[in-house]
């Protein structure tokens, strides 16, 4: 028990150093990529923290599936909007 409780803080740390990461690139590139990235990022760790902070923590529960899956979409639409407008210049 105690071991999971240290690495879902692990993930939650580098979920939201990864998401500042690429918010700082966003912030200097203001391409959206790099955006939807950090919120895909954010909602993991937000993601973990309420998993950690629930009484069950199930990771079967349709809640924590949905988020995830929100995540997902968000990099594989900007992977898709990227390369929709590279292949367009």
């Not at 990864?18 to 937000?46: C, G, M, P, Q």
């Not at 909007?81 to 590279?86: A, D």
Request: proline residues 1%; positive net charge.
């Amino acid at each position: 028990m105690q071991l999971n409780a240290i690495l879902t803080g692990a993930i939650i740390m580098v979920s939201l150093t990864v998401s500042l990461f690429f918010l700082r690139f966003w912030k200097s590139t203001r391409d959206k990529f790099f955006l939807y990235f950090a919120i895909s990022f954010a909602l993991e760790a937000v993601n973990r923290i309420v998993l950690g902070m629930s009484v069950t923590q199930n990771e079967e529960t349709p809640a924590f599936y949905l988020i995830r899956l929100v995540s997902y979409a968000l990099i594989l639409f900007a992977i898709l909007e990227k390369n929709k407008r590279h292949g367009k210049k």
